[in-house]
Structures are given as C-alpha cells and as structure tokens.
C-alpha cells in the first residue's frame, strides 16, 4: 500500500486541535475563577444579562466553537484533494494555502477572543481581578475592540478567500503521478 498523505490537510488538523485546547483552557479558567472567587456566579451573571455587552461573551465562545469546526472540515477539503484528486500544491496555491492558513487561525482567534474579552470588559466581569466583585457595565469600554475586531475579521476574510484560490488552482492542476 502507497504512504498516502495529505500535508495541507494535517497542517489545518493540527490547528483545529490546538484551537481545541485554546478553548479547552479558557472554559478551564473560567471554571478556575468561579471556584476562586465564590462569592460571585459569573455564568448566572452572565446568563442573566444577556442584553449588552454579556451576549458578545456568549457570541465569542460560538464563533470560536465553529471556528474550530471550520478549520478541521477545511483538512478535510485539502486532504480530499490532495489525496482523492492527487493535486499538489505548489508555486502560488502554496503560498495561498499558507496565507489561508495562519489568516483563518490568527483573524479567527483574534476576532473571536477579543469578542470574549470585549464583553467581559464591558459587563464587568474582568473586575473581578481587581476588586473581587463584578461592576457595573461600561458599553463605553467595548467601543475602543470594535477597531481591532474588524482588523482580526479581515484577517480572517483574507485567509478564506486565498485558500479558496488556492484550492481552485490546486484542482484545476493536472494530477499527480508520484505520491
């Protein structure tokens, strides 16, 4: 049997599962601040309030989830291609694929995690480290991540559209023979 791989398709696994354990640790900080600071339930809180800046919390977390989902089914495209099709990538699908990959993984992170941080900040979670009590929200404070937010988000458009190229090239090369 061939040794059948798929280098594009490992590269986006790995980046789903280390997005995996991004995630993994922030609902493990999450459950670390709660048993720290008991007097306080920051998931009722949160729950609570979800008009304002709470919901982008919940926004964020759900972006991150299907981001992580979108990476691992795009492993699944590029294996697909490049081990059901035989296409390689090389030249400029190589360096599109490359430009898909760390602008899905960076502008997705960064749009996703600033989104978090956002609405922690803004309904006054994050005051918890200071003072041991959630404040009061402050919408003012969230207006100063819409800036940075929309940066991350062309990232991450940016990546999506040149890894769209760059499969469109890749497939339309003629197979290849060697494996």
């Excluded at 997705?108 to 200071?130: H, K, N, Q, W």
């Amino acid at each position: 049997m061939d040794d059948v791989k798929s280098t594009w398709g490992n590269r986006f696994i790995i980046a789903a599962i280390l997005q995996g354990g991004i995630i993994t640790l922030m609902a493990l900080s999450m459950v670390g601040a709660q048993a720290v600071f008991t007097k306080v339930n920051m998931i009722q809180f949160l729950s609570l309030s979800f008009e304002g800046p709470a919901k982008w919390v919940f926004l964020g977390l759900m972006f991150y989830l299907i981001l992580i989902v979108a990476i691992a089914v795009t492993a699944v495209f590029y294996s697909h291609l490049e081990i059901n099709l035989k296409r390689r990538f090389s030249g400029k699908s190589k360096f599109l694929a490359w430009i898909h990959l760390i602008g899905m993984n960076v502008g997705g992170t960064g749009t996703t995690l600033l989104m978090i941080f956002a609405g922690l900040s803004g309904s006054g979670v994050m005051d918890i480290f200071t003072t041991g009590e959630i404040g009061k929200p402050n919408l003012a404070v969230m207006d100063s991540f819409i800036p940075p937010i929309g940066l991350f988000i062309g990232f991450l458009a940016i990546g999506v559209m040149c890894g769209g190229l760059a499969y469109t090239l890749a497939y339309l090369r003629k197979p290849s023979s060697i494996q």
